[in-house]
């Protein structure tokens, strides 16, 4: 009866050492994974093993860039709301219309080429190989034809069809 009862006592044991082991563990992770998310720029540092002071430089020409960035987005937001007014009142493509399409296009062109020009900043405060590959990163998530309404952020999608979104 002894013996039966020491393997139970044992193997509890056991479990609870493991659980115990499991927690810290799961709970570190947590800790390194949520401060390394924290970090927008984070990601940037890691993929392209860059210096602390490459970094600092890439933080302060991304805190500059930020201010023109919302600026551009609130325009872009404030000029598709005019189209979206017009045409919901619009029976057909007006000179209004397409007067409204192109002001909208022309602010997505202006934000385009100055985030271009931004990530070519960034592509300059890091060293040669790696800012060539940022930059093809970048230009493969931006400037990418008939990219949709919503987001130039967004990438081809084959199974995309013109005027079928999904």
Known sequence: MRRPAFILFFAS??????????????RQFTKVTVAVDSDELGWLQREFSLST???????ELHEGYRPHCRKMCNLIAAKQAELDALLQNSTGVTPEVK???????????E???AMLEHFYEVSRAMPEAQG?????????LTLVPH?????????????????NPR
Do not use: N
Request: with cysteine; proline share 2%; net charge neutral.
């Open 13 to 26: 044991l056991v479990a609870l050492a493991v659980f115990c082991l499991s927690f810290v563990c799961v």
């Open 53 to 59: 002071q490459e970094m600092a430089k890439i933080r």
């Open 99 to 109: 007067q409204k399409i192109t002001e909208t296009a022309a602010l997505r062109a």
């Open 111 to 113: 934000c385009e080429a």
């Open 132 to 140: 060539k590959r940022y930059l093809e990163e970048m230009r493969g």
């Open 147 to 163: 990219a949709g309404h919503g987001s130039i952020m967004v990438g081809p999608d084959s199974a995309h069809e013109h005027g």
